[in-house]
């Protein structure tokens, strides 16, 4: 039997507070995280993601504009905010993890703590995925899309946002079979309930993946919603060993 959670219950009005204060830090270091990245990072990082990407080697003909006064600046802080959270996410992760715990049982928290660098890791798989395959194809087929009677000159702050955009949902989807196993080591789910749902799961990762990506054509849905389903089966495997 799984031991009680220790601490001792808290009133509404404490939880409220224990809330508030985790915020605040989590707030505070995405604070200090936004200023490391003004001074030292965003240009780089800037430079990273609106540099062409190649697609097998070749690289793709890709000119970015800014469309108001303000665009490039409004774009960098933004860009800033994103590395910014994204430095800070070791004190975010920290701040959720010491506000749920106390509400875990004993083998809930070991869990929850194993669970944290494989679900990073994961992470950073699904970012090297969407960067490097995903994009591309994305940018090639909608480059093409108007023929040469057209002449592509995207918006550097549209451009950003879908690239973030791609990197941080694809980067999420790549999670699904860690979460699963995790889940299943705490008794929410198993691999037998999970198998049943493999057609759901086919049909949803098609339709997440005309979601996050912005082309209608099936080759790039398919780029996305195929290892997306890959995913969820490797996660069923995973709940059978857990």
């Known amino acids: ?29 995405t604070g200090a995280g936004l200023i490391i990245a003004v001074v030292f990072l965003t240009w780089p990082v800037m430079g990273l993601l609106t540099q062409p990407p190649t697609l097998l080697g070749e690289p793709l003909d890709l000119k970015l504009v800014a469309l108001r006064p303000t665009e490039t600046f409004v774009t960098f802080m933004k860009v800033s905010l994103a590395t910014g959270a994204a430095l800070a996410m070791p004190v975010i992760v920290s701040q959720v993890l010491l506000f749920i715990i106390p509400a875990l ?13 494989f679900v990073t890791l994961a992470f950073l798989v699904g970012l090297a995925f969407s960067f490097f395959i995903v994009i591309p194809f994305a940018l090639r087929y909608l480059l093409a899309f108007g023929g040469s009677s057209i002449e592509a000159m995207w918006s550097i702050e549209e451009y950003l946002s879908f690239i973030t955009a791609l990197l941080f949902w694809i980067g999420v989807a790549f999670e699904t079979p860690i979460v699963l196993f995790f889940l299943a080591k705490l008794g929410v789910v198993d691999a037998k ?36 389903y890959l995913l969820y089966e490797l996660g069923v495997l995973l709940a059978r060993l857990a």
């Open 1 to 29: 039997m799984s031991d009680p959670p220790q601490d001792r219950e808290m009133t509404i009005l404490e939880h409220l507070e224990e809330l508030r204060r985790r915020l605040v830090i989590a707030g505070l270091g």
């Open 105 to 117: 049982h004993k083998n809930e928290r070991r869990y929850l703590f194993l669970a944290v660098p």
């Open 193 to 228: 309930g999970l198998g049943r749902y493999r057609k759901y799961a086919l049909v949803g990762a098609f339709i997440v993946a005309a979601v996050i990506t912005p082309t209608p054509d099936p080759v790039n849905q398919a780029i996305v919603a195929i290892p997306m």
